[in-house]
């Protein structure tokens, strides 16, 4: 992928949905976001506690495919720098995940703007009142930085998808995952 720009202020960010031809960098960019040393960039890396691949082409073909599912992409200076899963999961309900920023940019704000335009499109296209994520227990640093955004922890922990490869392969025992929660209202995406 070439090098992207620092964007100079948030106006120089660009949203929209992807489509199959934005498959191999969005694979790219979500694995160097989360797994390797590439990851240890940003703030955002989980190499220190899954190792293997984060995503793969079918499984990001599949949620560009697939209906009440989107793949959102920051852009900056016509580079992707970002994306973001959004997924309807009933009439109220949108579930964000696999947000990430390319980790030379994250704390720059274009991580809270994608979220933004992720909550806004959930609410704008489904009509969704509220948007569920679920993040790593022992990620306590990304967990303050959503409840920052107006995220609240829902009391819901599922066990992390053990002895499946494609979500990555523990090196901590005991990995959960908390659900957030959101309530959207009318002219969100910028709260």
């Known amino acids: 992928m070439p090098a992207q720009r620092h964007p100079s202020s948030n106006t120089d960010l660009t949203f929209r949905r ?3 031809a934005d498959v191999d960098a969005i694979v790219a960019l ?8 590439s990851s240890r960039a940003g703030w955002t890396t989980e190499a220190d ?5 984060r995503t793969d082409a079918a499984e990001i073909a599949h949620l560009i495919a697939q209906d009440g599912s989107a793949i959102l992409l920051c852009l900056c200076g016509g580079g992707i720098i970002g994306s973001v899963h959004v997924e309807q999961v009933d009439t109220a309900t949108a ?3 696999m947000l990430v920023i390319r980790p030379q940019l994250q704390g720059q704000g274009a991580g809270r703007r994608l979220m933004d335009e992720a909550e806004r499109f959930a609410y704008t296209e489904w009509g969704a009142g509220r948007v569920q994520m679920q993040v790593i227990t022992l990620r306590r640093e990304l967990i303050a930085y959503y409840e920052r955004r107006g995220y ?10 053990a002895g499946e490869p494609r979500f990555g392969l523990p090196k901590v025992e005991g990995l959960m995952f908390e659900v957030l929660e959101k309530v959207l209202e009318a002219g969100c995406g910028g709260n």
């Open 152 to 161: 609240r922890r829902s009391g819901e922990v599922r066990p992390f998808p």
């Open 30 to 37: 979500v694995n160097s976001a989360y797994r390797g040393e």
């Open 95 to 97: 579930y964000l995940g």
């Open 49 to 53: 506690i899954l190792g293997g691949q």
């Open 18 to 20: 992807a489509n199959a």
